[in-house]
């Protein structure tokens, strides 16, 4: 009994780290995409143009089904219009609305085709003549789904900012004059990424949950 309950708690904290490690590590991207945009820009560029050359490979060389290979390209270059407004994007932008129905049609679509694969044709079940084609593997389809359909749409979310959160970073104006204004700092705005905004929300309805629980609490008890 008591090996069972620490086999629960023991899940929970672990997924509670888990989680905790993986918000971590994507603040801690995003802060690096924010300081280095144009080079994510083009990261993402070429890392787009290779998954399609990869698509094709996949079609001449593995026998991959051609329509569902064009809908994965022509979703490639759905998400290549994201980057002419990079890092900024509106969440009501119809091109950021169509990557997102892209990534789940992609999913659903590739997904559907490797479980079909895997499966023997009913007319074939009880041939004992009958040789299935090749079976791809756990590891090859966790990595065609990894490179292939989640890679690029992941690092989208991570690299790219809202545009209505945004910055003030002060430029300090070298330029020497007696002027007070002159020797003013000058602001510019700077992007602040999607996943900062995403996880500082959490945090802040955290914390203002749990403050208003104490409250709540040391009110009562000096009621009492």
């Known amino acids: 009994m008591l090996l069972q309950a620490l086999s629960v708690v023991g899940t929970i904290l672990g997924f509670v780290f888990l989680t905790l490690s993986i918000a971590s590590g994507l603040y801690y991207i995003s802060e690096i995409v ?87 044709p009913p007319q074939f079940r009880f041939d004992p003549n009958y040789i299935p084609p090749r079976r791809a593997t756990f590891a090859e389809v966790a990595s065609f789904f990894g490179i292939c359909v989640w890679f690029v749409p992941f690092a989208l979310f991570v690299s790219l900012s809202a545009g209505d959160y945004v910055l003030p970073t002060t430029q300090p104006d070298h330029k020497k004059d007696d002027s007070t204004a002159a020797n003013q700092p000058r602001f510019k705005r700077r992007a602040v990424g999607l996943v900062r905004v995403v996880i500082n929300n959490i945090r802040d309805t955290l914390e203002d949950l749990v403050g208003s629980n104490s409250r709540a609490r040391d009110g009562h008890i000096l009621g009492a």
């Open 34 to 120: 924010e300081e280095h945009t144009q080079a994510t820009k083009r990261f993402l560029t070429r890392a787009i143009y290779t998954i399609v050359a990869i698509h094709l490979l996949l079609v001449l060389l593995d026998g991959f089904p051609i329509k569902k290979s064009i809908f994965a390209i022509a979703s490639y270059f759905i998400y290549l219009q994201n980057l002419k407004t990079f890092p900024f994007i509106s969440l009501s932008d119809p091109i950021f609305l169509l990557s997102a129905v892209c990534v789940l049609l992609n999913h659903y679509f590739w997904f559907q085709f490797f479980n079909e694969s895997s499966q023997i």
